[in-house]
């Protein structure tokens, strides 16, 4: 009986040590390769986004599917190249706007820290001149630039992901040796795609509406880089939580450093908090509606573990791959306690309303 027991524990904490050091790895491999993986991300959303407009457009149009793919891809292409100019030329212009600003922010701060009193002006005032904003500026703009090599290898994938996607459904089969459970797991792949690009279709939405209430603000006020800020804010808004507060506190800084002006500046970032929490807590939970039934702390998780491990990219890409997980977990028995852990109510969603909607033979 003793024996049995120790063939246990040992088998257990082999299995511990054997999952500790596969998720070590897992790690290694998500940090060594993040520029490959994270491109790799964007172009499933791209191909799968494309995929569901295609469908629409070849049954409403009747358009035939290798013209619409066609398009499709030189679509997504001008589009990819037309973003990725537009972010570089966006935040090069805010660069060189904050440096040249820099020295008349740097006058005005004594003005804007008066009412803490000398003593921690003082501090405040020192924690700021040992902070190099300008190199870190600079650093920015760097990574901006890299955005144009992530376009390229973007479209590549996506190119490819059109090519093989006529023998995807016989490599499922082959692959699975059951074509029962090869249609289960593209439903399961197709409910992943519909939740997906309905939550970035509506996020885009609500992102832009928000990025043009910003765009009025700073345009009223007098103030320059509206259209930067407002596509920083568009962008940010992608981050769930966190990114309207980083979009929020930006516009209130760069009010300040353009204009000098602590009243204007605070106006300028009451605004701008009233429309990010009408807009967050109104209009985005309205349309979204049931489209995401995560946790709220999960989400909160999972930006905090993709951001370490990916970066600003690994927040963007967080809420999707959020999805993923609850959905591939709610169809695995013993997985499903980490769908309910990640689920709002507790009860996961496995994508099965989604068949009601369009079949799974689009990922086909």
Not at 137 to 144: C, P, V
Not at 276 to 287: E, R
């Amino acid at each position: 009986m003793d024996n049995s027991r120790e063939t246990v524990l040992r088998e257990r904490l082999q299995t511990g040590f054997l999952g500790i050091i596969a998720f070590g790895l897992l790690l290694f491999m998500l940090v060594q390769a993040r520029f490959i993986l994270i491109s790799l991300a964007i172009a499933i959303i791209l191909f799968s986004l494309t995929t569901d407009a295609i469908f629409a457009i070849s049954h409403r149009l009747k358009v035939p599917k290798w013209l619409g793919t066609t398009l499709a891809l030189i679509g997504i292409t001008l589009a990819i190249l037309w973003i990725s100019t537009t972010i570089v030329s966006q935040v090069n212009e805010v660069v060189l706007t904050a440096i040249t600003y820099a020295e008349q922010a740097q006058a005005a701060l004594p003005t804007l820290t008066g009412w803490l009193g000398p003593e921690a002006q003082e501090r405040v005032l020192t924690a700021i001149s040992n902070f190099n904003i300008t190199g870190w500026i600079r650093s920015l703009a760097g990574q901006a630039s890299g955005v144009l090599s992530g376009s390229v290898l973007v479209i590549l994938f996506v190119g490819f992901m059109f090519a093989e996607q006529v023998w995807f459904p016989t490599k499922m089969e082959r692959l699975i040796g059951d074509p029962d459970r090869a249609m289960g797991v593209r439903r399961i792949i197709a409910s992943i795609m519909h939740r997906v690009n309905r939550y970035l279709v509506v996020k885009a939405g609500v992102s832009a509406v928000t990025a043009v209430a910003v765009w009025l603000i700073f345009t009223l006020a007098g103030l320059g880089l509206a259209g930067p800020i407002a596509l920083l804010t568009f962008i940010l808004n992608f981050i769930p939580s966190l990114g309207s507060i980083i979009a929020t506190a930006i516009a209130a800084v760069l009010a300040f450093v353009l204009s000098g002006d602590t009243t204007l500046t605070v106006v300028v970032g009451l605004a701008c908090t009233l429309v990010q929490f009408v807009i967050g807590n109104v209009l985005d939970p309205m349309l979204l509606g049931q489209t995401l039934r995560l946790s709220s702390f999960g989400i909160i998780l999972s930006l905090a573990f993709w951001g370490a491990i990916w970066g600003i990219p690994g927040m963007f890409l967080a809420v999707p791959i959020m999805v993923a997980l609850m959905i591939v977990c709610a169809h695995i028995p013993w997985l499903r306690p980490v769908a309910v852990l990640l689920s709002r109510e507790g009860l996961p969603d496995d994508g099965s309303e989604d068949d009601q909607i369009r079949p799974p033979t689009l990922v086909a």
